[in-house]
Structures are given as C-alpha cells and as structure tokens.
C-alpha cells in the first residue's frame, strides 16, 4: 500500500450505505423489481456450497452463544449486519433459521393446544385429533412464511412484504373461537351429557364446531384482501392507535384469564373444583398423580416454568434469551416427566409422519361468529401495519415512501390470502408475528435466507409429529406457566401502543370508557348474555341473538368498537387548566413546570386542530 503524504484539502466524512438499494433511480424505485423474490443463479449456488467462506464466513459465532455473567462477561465485537439480499454464510443461515423457528414453536402451537382442549370453550378432541391440529399448525406457517418472505408481483400489486416476516396462528381469532364453541354447546349444536345425579356436565368432542369455525374463517378473509389496496393511511386513520392499542390490550386480558386456568391446574370441568364425580382432580380422577385445581403442585410446576424463563433472560446468551419460551417448556416438561406426572399415550398415537389433509373437517358457515370475525380480521389487519413497519426498521429499510408502502399492501393481501389457505389447510386463521423482530435486532440479521431456514424447520417439525405430540404430554399447569407469560406479552404490547398518545382528557375518557367494558365482560364471563329471551324458532332472529351473546361476551369486541365510536363522535376539546398534572399522587409541580406543561398541552392541541382542518 502506498504511503500517504498529503492530506485532502477537504475532508469528506465517510458515507455508510445500509440499505444496497439507496441509491437507486427514481424510476427503480418506482419499478420496485428490486422487492421481489428471485432464484439464485447457479455461480451463487457454487460458491456458496463449494468454498468454506460461502459455508462459514468470519460471522462470530461465539457471540450466538456465550452466556451473560454479571462482572464476567465481556464485550465483544458487533457482528456485522447481514441485509435483506446479502450473501449469508450457510451455516449462519441454518443457525438463524433454527432460532426463529424455536421462537416461534410456542406462538405457532399454543392456539392449537388451547383450541382442541377439554372445557366448554374447547373442541374436546382426542389425542390424535390434537396431535393433527399441532402439526397442521407448523407447517402451515411453514409454508405461508414462504409467501410473506418471498413476494410476488402482480401489475402494480404486490403479495408478501419481501421481508423476513414470518406467520402464525393469530391469538386474536382464540377468544372468537372459545366464545362460538361456548354457544353451540349451549345451543345444542356440539353434544354434551349432565350427571343426573351430580349436574356435571360433559363435553363432547365437536369436529363440526371446528369446520363451521373454519369455514365462517374463509368467508370473513375477503375483508382484508379487499382493505389491503386502499392506502395505509385510510386505515390508520380509522382505526388510530387509540383503538388499536386498548384492543390488543384487551386480547391480552382475554388471553391471560385462561393461561392461568391452565396454570390452576387446566380449563376443564375440573376447573368448577367439583365434590363428586370424575373431574373433582384434575385433568380428571385417572390421571397420573391428579389433584384438585388449584393444587400446590400445579401452581408449583407452572411456577417452575415461569421461573426458568426469568433465569434464562438474566444470565442466557443470545440465542437462549430468543428460545427462553421454549427452554422453559423444556425444562417443565423434564419435571413432569420425571416426577411421574405425564403419560405417552398422545406420543404413541401419533404417527411418524404426517401432512396436511391427513384428516379434515365438514366446512361450514356459523352465523353469529361472521360479525365478531369481521372485527377480528380488521384487527389483525391494523396490527399487521404495525408489525411490518417494525420488520422494517429493524432489516434498517425506510418506513415511508413508494417502497415502504408496496411492503404494507403486499404484507396485508398476504394475510388476508393466509386467511383463507389456512382454513383449507384445517388450520386457524394466520397473520404476520411480531416476535422475530427482536431476534432480528439481536442478532443483527435481516437475510431472507434465514427466513427460508426457519420455513424448512417448522415444515419438518409438523411432518414429523411425534414431535408435535410432546405438546400434549405436557400437564396443564406447565403450559399454563408458558402461556400466561406470552399472552402478558400481549397485554405490554397493547400498553406500548397506547404510551404514545398525548393522553390529554379526551383519550383518557376513551380509554376508561372502552376498559369499562372490555375488562368487566374479561372478569365476569357472561355478564351481558342474558338480555335477550327469545323462545320463537326463528332461525334468523336466533342467529342475531347468538352473533349478539358473542360479541357481548367477548371482551376485546366491546372495547374496540366502544373506541372506534368513541373517538368518531368525541371532539378534541382544549385541555383543562389542570390537565398538565398528570401524577396526582407524585410531587406538586412548580408554577414553571406548570407554565410549561400548559404551553406543550396547548401546542398538542393546535396540533391536532391543524389535522383535523387538513383532513
């Protein structure tokens, strides 16, 4: 190398480009073939299987796995950011994929095991139905993960946001389902006996209730295909933040009440802690060391579980921290085996191996659920936007623009096309995840290579479904100490969304008003369902008051069409002379703090008066 030995007269400051395509035309840009998948060529595919540098590269792989020690661990070096299309090292490749996959295994399985469970908001299935819906599950996100990942092109409409955007059983449709299966066990549709002499009731399995489930999924999908050509910002405005985030929040509660009804001990009969019969230990009086629900070692073994996860996000490396759900479950599931707590019979009626349609379901239409659906899928739609913004300003991609905005109408036609494969496939509806974003954050890895890795993972663990069966050895009280903490994760995301808002009086009006309902139907299941006696036999009459009775009863449904009306009618009213204090409990500010406070309300104020007279 030549020595240098005159400085520049201008020092020109290094420009970093993260994104490969910065620097395109206007006309690329606008063309956007850049977005859409490609097939390697074959001088890719030799260097990438016949040098050691396509195999391995210089990636730190130390850093993947070296555990956190307090005053121990030292920092290492920053691994290099792999974007969308660079070339990624296979093993790397392999290694990232696996670790989206494990972080997805208990996102993807959890709404089937919850959905074919004991209970009247359950299927009731047996163990080699179950075993089928987990492994139903896997590979459907497998293969839909391709669609988000790849993206296709169609004139000037994209399918797939091009990202590595994986997809997976949405927990937004579980409390739709446990409030339709509810009902038609009560109506009579899905069969049930009662104990003459004890009054207990039980549930029968109700393959129907799936397939009118499915089917009513399918019909429903239409709205967000449709939604997704109108322009991001149409949608966001109505339905804003507000909405959103008191919704998902509201999912969260739902979602919570019942993880730790399996944490108790399980959601079956055994839950009502019945006197006599064979449900007074749960899962039920033959089970291996049953007990009553509730029972310290349910609690125990659901705590254990929420334990490890807490160790494992304290001192676990990287890619433990990413799989600290799954290491959890691993860790119960050892327990309860070797404590005698679980059986192989799920294990030993699975088969091998599996695929889809192995066994499928009479599809139908179920009338009530249709509205409480619509609502579900427009939801999933909203949420989406905010998951696919996030993909992409992790992957270090702009989130406005021509570009930004493809990535949106793409993400959301592919989950609108996810809900209607999905049921085909006998499997719930599927939307974008929001959890891969953090490992793409941590490990610095954006490449839709690992995202085809993680789709070959979860179609291999569903085609192998012994696999998939180990799910259902797990007892109750393991999976509820899992659960619980995912669907809190829910809630926290829903609280995050609503952090942003100005929180002048006006939002937190809507807020209280929408809780006031969400949260007490979330406590008191059933509150409202009892308003409308009918004793006709009018079909379609009887079909309102069962759409009515569900959306009544489902918790998130109220709040969020409590909010969207709300926030409709509601003015944005100038803030009150004390709005400013907002901690009533805290410290009394000084009349600077207030002066400055009012100043920053009434400017939020102008603010949204100036949107409103744009709009």
């Known amino acids: 190398m030549s020595e240098i030995t005159q400085q520049p007269a201008v020092a020109t400051p290094p420009v970093y480009i993260l994104d490969p395509h910065a620097n395109r035309t206007k006309e690329e840009d606008i063309d956007l073939s850049h977005t859409v998948g490609k097939f390697p060529t074959w001088t890719t595919i030799q260097e990438s299987l016949g040098t050691r540098t396509g195999w391995f590269g210089d990636y730190d792989y130390g850093f993947l796995c070296m555990p956190t020690l307090p005053g121990l661990t030292k920092v290492t070096r920053i691994p290099p950011f792999f974007g969308l299309k660079d070339r990624l090292p296979l093993v790397l490749a392999i290694v990232m994929g696996f670790q989206h996959a494990l972080a997805m295994i208990a996102g993807v399985v959890t709404p089937a095991v919850i959905m074919s469970g004991s209970g009247k908001n359950g299927l009731n299935f047996p163990p080699a139905m179950r075993t089928q819906m987990i492994s139903t599950s896997l590979i459907t996100s497998g293969l839909l993960s391709l669609v988000q990942i790849t993206r296709f092109r169609r004139s000037r409409y994209f399918l797939g946001t091009g990202l590595l955007s994986v997809v997976g059983t949405s927990f937004i449709f579980l409390p739709v389902l446990q409030s339709s299966v509810a009902n038609m066990y009560a109506s009579g549709f899905c069969p049930s006996t009662v104990d003459s ?234 939307s974008c995840y929001a959890q891969n974003n953090g490992i793409i954050s941590l490990t610095r890895c954006a490449n839709t290579m690992a995202g085809y890795m993680c789709c070959l993972f979860l179609v291999l663990m569903g085609v192998f479904s012994k696999f998939g069966a180990l799910f259902l050895m797990v007892p109750d009280a393991v999976l509820g100490g899992m659960t619980t903490f995912l669907f809190s994760s829910v809630v926290v995301s829903g609280i995050r969304i609503l952090s942003f808002l100005p929180w002048t009086r006006r939002e937190r009006f809507i807020v209280a008003a929408a809780l006031t309902l969400g949260v007490g139907t979330s406590v008191v299941p059933g509150v409202f369902t009892h308003m409308f006696h009918y004793t006709g036999t009018n079909a379609f009459i009887l079909s309102l008051i069962n759409s009515a009775n569900i959306v009544l009863d489902t918790g998130f449904a109220l709040s969020a069409i409590t909010a969207c009306l709300l926030n409709a009618m509601l003015p944005a009213n100038p803030p009150m002379a004390a709005e400013p204090i907002i901690d009533r409990h805290g410290p009394i500010p000084s009349d600077k703090e207030i002066q400055e406070m009012n100043v920053e309300a009434q400017s939020i104020h102008e603010s949204m008066l100036n949107d409103k007279t744009r709009h």
């Open 197 to 430: 002499t004890t009054g207990n009731i039980t549930y029968m399995s109700c393959p129907d209730a799936w397939g009118a489930f499915l089917g009513t999924c399918m019909i429903c999908s239409f709205l967000p295909m449709i939604l997704s050509f109108l322009p991001p910002k149409v949608l966001k405005k109505v339905f804003p933040p507000i909405v959103t985030g008191v919704t998902v929040m509201m999912i969260g509660v739902h979602l919570v009440t019942s993880g730790m009804g399996q944490w108790g001990g399980g959601n079956g009969p055994c839950k009502s802690n019945p006197k006599t019969g064979p449900f007074v230990n749960c899962p039920n009086n033959n089970a291996p060391r049953a007990a009553p629900w509730g029972d310290a070692q349910w609690i125990g073994l659901g705590f254990l579980v929420f334990s490890i996860i807490m160790v494992v996000e304290f001192f676990g490396s990287p890619f433990m921290k990413n799989a600290q759900v799954v290491i959890g479950l691993v860790v119960g599931l050892i327990v309860a085996v070797t404590c005698g707590y679980t059986t192989t019979e799920s294990v030993d009626a699975a088969p091998v191996v599996t695929f889809l349609w192995t066994r499928t379901y009479k599809l139908g239409i179920y009338a009530p659920a249709i509205i409480p659906l619509l609502i579900t899928y427009t939801l999933a739609m909203v949420e989406s936007i905010g998951d696919i913004t996030a993909s992409c300003e992790v992957s270090q991609l702009s989130v406005e623009g021509r570009e930004f905005e493809s990535r949106l109408q793409g993400g959301i036609l592919a989950d609108g096309v996810a809900g209607m494969l999905a049921p085909l496939f006998m499997n719930s509806p599927m």
